[in-house]
């Protein structure tokens, strides 16, 4: 049986739930701290080691426990003249459930 990782990135307030319901589940798991390239704004990533047959199962846990947000940026001020005032228009953009790799391992060591 082949060993997949699971690397989900999910709203920070949605990983303690998502860590609960998976060792709930009997899947071992890892938070990791990351900060999102777009927004600038803290997420977490949790990582999942498993059997390629559990993928679906790890994957309907984390459907269940990570939601979609929608967040307001506001863009970048353009170049202005002296005097001159800018209103910023927030941009509306939609976050998460969660965004997740599947990748293959070659193998798992633990000493
Ligand atoms: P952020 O990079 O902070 O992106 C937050 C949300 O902003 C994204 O939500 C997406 O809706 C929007 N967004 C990102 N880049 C954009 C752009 N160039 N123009 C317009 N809107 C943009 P999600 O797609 O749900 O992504 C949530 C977080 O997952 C991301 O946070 C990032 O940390 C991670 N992520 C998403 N796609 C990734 C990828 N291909 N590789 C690595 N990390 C990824």
């Known amino acids: 049986m082949s060993m997949k990782l699971i690397i989900s990135i999910v709203h920070s307030d949605d ?3 998502l860590m609960s319901a998976l060792r709930e589940g009997g899947f071992s798991s890892t938070r990791i701290s990351t900060t999102g390239g777009f927004l600038r704004e803290g997420n977490a990533t ?3 080691g498993t059997d390629e047959m ?3 199962s790890v994957l309907d846990i984390i459907k269940r426990n990570c939601h979609t947000r929608t967040q307001y940026v506001n ?3 353009p170049v202005m003249e002296p005097g001159e005032l800018y209103m910023p228009n927030p941009v509306e953009v939609q976050v998460g459930g969660a965004v997740i790799f599947v990748l293959d391992v070659e193998r798992l060591v633990k000493y």
């Open 54 to 56: 559990n993928v679906s």
């Open 15 to 17: 990983a303690d739930q």
């Open 75 to 77: 863009p970048l001020p």
């Open 46 to 48: 949790i990582l999942v």
